[in-house]
């Protein structure tokens, strides 16, 4: 059974920083591809950052110069250093994972694996 465990989050200022990481467990597929996906209350979930098993990485054009993502593939971990952090960067982020993805993918219908979230808040 695949698992998908976040952790990092929590309460910042605005201007301040924080990491998240998420690691795989019980993924026996290629490494595929993996994402950071955000959501507030009554919106869609958006892609943040992704990145695929060549190491190419995508980002939304809202955390451009902001946020980096970059994985460790054989530990199958996730990792988003989150910098400039704004108001609007308040939401629970969610790490995902598909093994039969090639490319950084940023819509969140095209990976299977999912984590429970975990909350990030910055204040103004």
């Known amino acids: 059974q695949v698992q998908v465990a976040e952790s990092g989050g929590g309460s910042v200022e605005a201007g301040g920083s924080l990491n998240l990481s998420c690691v795989v467990s019980?993924?026996?597929?290629?490494?595929?591809?993996m994402a950071w996906f955000r959501q507030i209350p009554n919106k869609e979930r958006e892609g943040v950052a992704a990145v695929d098993s060549d190491g190419t990485a995508a980002y939304a054009d809202f955390v451009k110069g902001r946020f980096t993502v970059f994985r460790d593939i054989p530990k199958k971990t996730l990792f988003l250093q989150m910098n400039h952090l704004k108001p609007d960067d308040t939401a629970v982020y969610y790490c995902?994972?598909?093994?039969?993805?090639?490319?950084?993918?940023?819509?969140?219908?095209?990976?299977?694996?999912w984590g429970q979230g975990v909350q990030v808040t910055v204040s103004s």
């Open positions: 019980g993924y026996s597929h290629g490494p595929g591809s």
């Open positions: 995902a994972a598909d093994p039969g993805l090639y490319r950084p993918e940023l819509v969140h219908r095209l990976y299977d694996y």
